[in-house]
């Protein structure tokens, strides 16, 4: 069979490599600058950086974002599993369960994050709830409140994606022939046995796509704390997205804004890639 | 033969799809290269592009029919969008060459609510002079630094607005009080209102409203003692630290929430919630813009008999906030631009009215509209000062005290830690 000429890739590698490496890349000299956004860019070496490490606001924003990351990950896997094996076989309803638990996907994080602002706040449905079965001297202002706005991101962030990773998860289950657990079960091996012996070890793969995707959603967050906080109160929920956005486009240092932007790539990238390498060797591991 | 057969085929097949890219790209190109130049090039009339704050639409969508409809050779089309979101896509556009005609920069160099601040512009030199004639250069002297740079004027003054608290007429009735003339009495009103049922305020701690607290006590117990507190402050004479009128500002912030005026939650309350409560008849009054007044009336006909108040004190000022409107010096349409600006600031009633703002000429006069007829006196004084952050050296500084000002609600910064962040934001 005669390939096509090869030229004819020209134009689209051309515009791959224009699309994804030439402007982040040109994008990436602005963080060395002092750009206002307006008029020329004067080199001004590491400064932006210096100030970054030095300032107290992008220190909390680096710790939420990881925290914040971290956690999600951790509970969209766990999340995503539980409900995966809850929905693969066993309920009637389970076809019903999962468009239910994924719904939330498809709809704009924004959307999500204005959502639930109004059961966090103060007259919302968490707080009148929680009155409503004697518990109001747990009502509080979650959203404004230092010690629980992080988390109130952090729930809204797990209910919206652990559809996602249920849907992944529960495709590898399909995957997984019976006869392995039947086996099992036969042998006289209890259900939690059988789950960490033959089913974890056989979602490997689905787990690195999963923690891979989840990490980097999660250190990009910003939809959910800008409709839910705004990144307060006092840089409580601040990210390094809402930073970028912030000292970008509010205070106009785009400058400063660029090199907080190539401060979280360059952490999104390694540590997903971090992520891929450590699971994939799991894989290969249990394989 | 073999130009009939399979592989001739789909030589040509790969040749039509390259030459199908290609003009696709061309198409591509030609759409990139031939935008709309704004409708100059035919007979019709010229467009002029406007973007501008949802929050005035009230305002324009008159200004602009009536200057439409008496201008048959220009067409003004404006484009309402959030101020936060108003701010990112014009910068955007600047950048790409693709300014709008008409550019709704904050006077002054704080920034603003869009974050577009005259004095960055006009030294970009994004922004178009405007004629050393009356209709641009008639402003009260309070007013002209903030339009001013380097001895040429870049924006007429639309119309102005203020900030301090509006009171609902019908609870402060219900609970036998009268608009506070003194700051013990506005403390009291807070304890008053709660015996009744209400709060002081429902007006949210976060930052969008602290801005309004701020240049309302600011005005009061800064630049009412001393006007020229922000030239003092540029020349480094003097801190937000070291300035006792600065400390107050945040002390009496503190001690109205000690003192239980704000509803419960406010620091996590967003403007649309502190609505919701007033509409509820929760409050007695609220902390906002004077512009709130119309608005609200637009959105609610049943709306209580409201008058507006300043932070009470005997040697305060009315802050003044400027709604402003400037050329872009890159605009294909100056000259009709130029017409508009003009337009605008011969018809500041147009605009000024629907928003419940006023006109430099009612500032002067001291003929306020009805519901902040009570300022009349101070006006007529000229008792006025630009509202704080219009001067200030970038949008920063504000920015700074708005978010830390929510820590006093929460405890998470003291007085000293908000004048603290703000002249690190200042000198960074």
């Known amino acids: 069979m005669k390939l096509p000429p090869y030229w004819l890739a020209v134009p689209g590698i051309a515009f791959l490599v224009a699309q994804h490496f030439v402007a982040p890349l040109y994008g990436a000299w602005y963080a060395f600058t002092d750009w206002s956004g307006l008029g020329p860019a004067t080199y001004i070496g590491l400064d932006n950086f210096r100030e970054i490490f030095s300032s107290e606001v992008q220190r909390t924003a680096l710790w939420n974002t990881l925290l914040l990351a971290g956690c999600f990950v951790v509970l969209v896997n766990v999340g995503g599993i539980a409900l995966a094996l809850a929905l693969n076989r066993t309920l009637k309803s389970r076809n019903y369960l999962r468009v239910v638990f994924f719904a939330p996907v498809v709809v704009s994080s924004l959307a999500v994050g204005y959502l639930w602002r109004y059961i966090f706040t103060q007259d919302g449905a968490l707080n009148q709830i929680l009155g409503a079965v004697g518990l109001e001297s747990l009502a509080t202002t979650w959203l404004g409140d230092p010690r629980w706005a992080l988390w109130t991101v952090l729930v809204v962030m797990v209910w919206q994606f652990v559809g996602e990773a249920m849907i992944i998860y529960l495709a590898a289950l399909q995957g997984i022939g019976d006869e392995l657990e039947e086996a099992a079960l036969m042998d006289g091996a209890p259900a939690w046995r059988i789950v960490t012996s033959i089913t974890l070890p056989l979602l490997a793969p689905a787990i690195t796509i999963v923690s891979t995707l989840s990490i980097i959603r999660g250190l990009r967050v910003f939809d959910q704390v800008i409709a839910l906080t705004g990144g307060g109160p006092v840089h409580a929920t601040e990210t390094l997205s809402t930073q970028v956005y912030k000292q970008t486009f509010v205070d106009g240092r785009f400058g400063y804004g660029a090199a907080i932007a190539l401060i979280m790539t360059l952490l999104i990238a390694t540590l997903a890639i971090v992520n891929a390498v450590f699971f994939r060797r799991r894989e290969a591991r249990a394989g | ?428």
């Not at chain 2, 502190?274 to 902390?287: D, I, M, N, R, Y």
């Open chain 2, 1 to 428: 033969m073999a130009r009939n057969g399979r592989f001739g085929r789909r030589r040509r097949t790969w040749r039509k799809a390259a030459v199908g890219a290609l003009c696709a790209g061309g198409l591509l190109a030609a759409g990139a290269c031939g935008g709309d130049d704004g409708g100059g090039g035919g007979d019709g009339p010229v467009t002029l592009r406007f973007i501008a704050g949802q929050s005035v639409k009230l305002g324009w969508d008159p200004v602009v029919e009536t200057f439409n409809s008496s201008h048959t050779d220009i067409k003004v089309e404006v484009q309402y969008l959030e101020s936060a979101r108003l701010g990112q896509l014009v910068s955007t556009q600047i950048q790409a060459g693709n300014a709008p005609d008409i550019v709704y920069a904050n006077p002054g160099s704080g920034g603003g609510a869009t974050g577009l601040d005259l004095y960055k512009l006009a030294k970009a030199g994004q922004l178009e002079p405007l004629p050393d004639e009356p209709w641009a250069t008639d402003v009260p002297d309070v007013i002209k630094p903030a339009v001013t740079v380097d001895g040429k004027v870049y924006g007429v003054l639309a119309s102005i607005s203020s900030y301090g608290v509006l009171y609902d007429l019908d609870a402060l009735k219900e609970i036998g009080k009268d608009v506070p003339r003194s700051w013990d009495e506005l403390i009291e009103l807070c304890a008053a209102a709660r015996e009744h049922g209400r709060w002081f305020t429902g007006s949210s701690g976060m930052a969008a409203d602290n801005r309004v607290t701020l240049q309302s006590l600011a005005a009061a117990f800064v630049y009412g003692p001393d006007p020229d507190w922000d030239r003092k402050r540029a020349a480094g004479e003097v801190t937000f630290a070291s300035s006792p009128g600065w400390r107050q500002v945040m002390q009496r912030v503190k001690q109205m929430i000690d003192a239980k005026c704000y509803a419960p939650g406010a620091a996590g309350r967003t403007r649309d919630e502190s609505l919701k409560l007033v509409e509820e008849g929760k409050t007695v009054g609220s902390v906002t813009t004077s512009a709130a007044y119309e608005y609200r009336r637009a959105q609610n006909d049943d709306a209580p008999p409201e008058v507006f108040g300043l932070a009470p004190d005997p040697k305060g000022t009315i802050p003044l906030g400027l709604t402003g409107l400037s050329v872009s010096s890159t605009s294909d349409h100056k000259e009709q631009a130029m017409e508009f600006v003009k337009y605008v600031a011969e018809h500041r009633e147009v605009f000024s009215e629907p928003m419940g703002n006023f006109t430099p000429e009612q500032l002067e006069q001291g003929s306020l509209p009805e519901f902040m007829s009570g300022l009349d006196e101070m006006a007529a004084e000229g008792r006025y000062t630009l509202a704080a952050g219009t001067m200030w050296a970038n949008s920063a500084v504000l920015r700074a005290a708005m978010e830390q000002m929510t820590g006093l609600h929460t405890g998470q910064a003291s007085v000293n830690d908000v004048l603290k962040a703000m002249d690190e934001a200042w000198d960074s």
